[in-house]
């Protein structure tokens, strides 16, 4: 199964997808890491554009093809690139799962996204007003919603959890 997890920065993908894989034991594939090891390497300055995406969608097919669960975590704000998650998993025959996260409490949301730090050396942080303005399209399809306001991490990966069980039909 491939679970691609989107959302505004400082909603709570990361943490909910980390979550998420430790307990059905999946991959994690996060874009912010791949963008970060592409400018590491001298290839590219933040914003890296479409170059962290599609080396996500390679290895999130080599390791669907392994038989793997992948969890596929990125703000994934376009269209273009939530069907090219959903072209990944045709290619490889597998269910996919789109998980959009939001945090519907603007106070709550702000003090995450000014307060948060980072787990990965010299990736750019985006203010509150950078998150506000960010290029988002909203979502045109049937898709999960997780609103991690007020919540435990621990409760919002039960709710993503009891979504999942009822796709599966347990």
Do not use: F
């Not at 919603?145 to 039960?158: F, K, N």
Request: one cysteine or more; a negative charge; glycine letters at 8%.
């Amino acid at each position: 199964m491939l679970i691609v997890i989107g959302g505004l920065p400082g909603t709570g993908k990361t943490t909910l997808a980390r979550l998420l894989a430790a307990r059905i034991g999946a991959v994690h594939l996060r874009i912010d890491t791949i963008e970060q090891a592409i400018v590491r390497s001298g290839l590219a300055q933040h914003p890296v554009g479409p170059a962290g995406y599609v080396i996500g969608y390679a290895l999130a097919e080599e390791h669907l093809q392994q038989g793997l669960t992948v969890i596929a975590e990125s703000v994934n704000p376009l269209a273009v690139t939530r069907d090219s998650w959903k072209n990944v998993g045709s290619k490889a025959a597998v269910p996919v799962v789109e998980v959009e996260v939001v945090c519907s409490d603007p106070d709550e949301h702000r003090g995450r996204v000014t307060t948060r730090s980072i787990d990965i050396p010299d990736l750019p942080l985006l203010d509150w007003q950078q998150v506000l303005s960010r290029d988002y399209e909203p979502w045109d399809r049937e898709h999960l919603v997780v609103d991690t306001a007020g919540q435990h991490p621990r409760e919002s990966l039960a709710l993503l959890l009891h979504h999942l069980d009822h796709l599966d039909g347990r």
